[in-house]
Nanobody
């Protein structure tokens, strides 16, 4: 059974750092493309950062230079290091795993439950 478990969210002051983790179980993590998304109240879910199975990363313009995505295949975990946090970064953050399903011959997405990040003084 595939499971994604996010952790590390919380309350942080503007300008502060926070690191999110997402531990994956139930399939070969190293073959999956991973991404972080967020959803603020009243807004649609948006893509924050992606990292391929090979380690290449991309970021939304709003977080470039402040957020860093990384992965540790030995620990089946993807991270999102967030620095210089702003109040507008407040949202529920979700990790997503995408992998090719041999059974269904298509890409399949798996989502975590989300972790709340609140940036406020």
């Amino acid at each position: 059974q595939v499971q994604l478990a996010e952790s590390g969210g919380g309350l942080v002051q503007p300008g502060g750092p926070l690191r999110l983790s997402c531990e994956v179980s139930g399939f070969p993590f190293s073959s999956a493309a991973m991404s972080w998304h967020r959803q603020a109240p009243g807004k649609e879910r948006e893509l924050v950062a992606t990292i391929t199975s090979g380690g290449s990363s991309n970021y939304a313009d709003s977080v470039k230079g402040r957020f860093t995505v990384s992965r540790d295949n030995a620990k089946n975990t993807v991270y999102l290091q967030m620095n210089s946090l702003k109040p507008e970064d407040t949202a529920v953050y979700y990790c997503k795993a995408q992998r090719w399903s041999v059974v269904s011959s298509r890409l399949v997405d798996y989502w975590g439950q989300g972790t709340q990040v609140t940036v406020s003084s």
